[in-house]
């Protein structure tokens, strides 16, 4: 599974948003009729989507690492410790998929991408992300230039 590109993608009349077929088709086959959506923990104002496999997946990395800090007993019984496991799962919705690919963006999502003027879908390997398109040109044109210092650097012999 690798999600691939970036589309700007209007949302239609009904508030809906389309998923391409190039990302609908890095969805696992049993993942097809549905995904995960959630907020980014690293990013504001951008949201998160993944199959429900592969949202799964991560869940339980992040729970192996917290019984691993803190011992199975404490992760399951400890109600006042910040835990990331009930995060994730309390902020991310799950989300029905028309045949065509169409979902209906959560209300909360919409409104945190200000979404009016769509969304900008982009592809990050293992999952995908939906930012507001101005904040992503933006982030775009960032990262352009950190990748142009990345490579210039890259040939330099590290000591």
Known sequence: MAFRS???IKLDKKGRVLL???FRDE???NDRGAFV????STEK????????TGFDAMVARVRAELMAEKGAFSVDLDDHDFNPV???????????????????LPADFA??????DGVMLVGAGDMFQLWNPKRWQARRDADDERMAAFIRGAGRSRA
């Open 45 to 52: 104002g951008v949201i998160n989507g993944n199959s429900s």
């Open 6 to 8: 970036e589309i700007l």
């Open 20 to 22: 391409p077929a190039s």
């Open 111 to 116: 409104e945190l991408l200000d979404a009016a």
């Open 86 to 104: 009930r995060y994730l799962n309390s902020t991310s919705r799950n989300v029905p998929m028309e045949s065509d690919g169409r979902f209906t």
């Open 37 to 40: 959506l959630y907020r980014s």
């Open 27 to 29: 969805l696992p086959e």
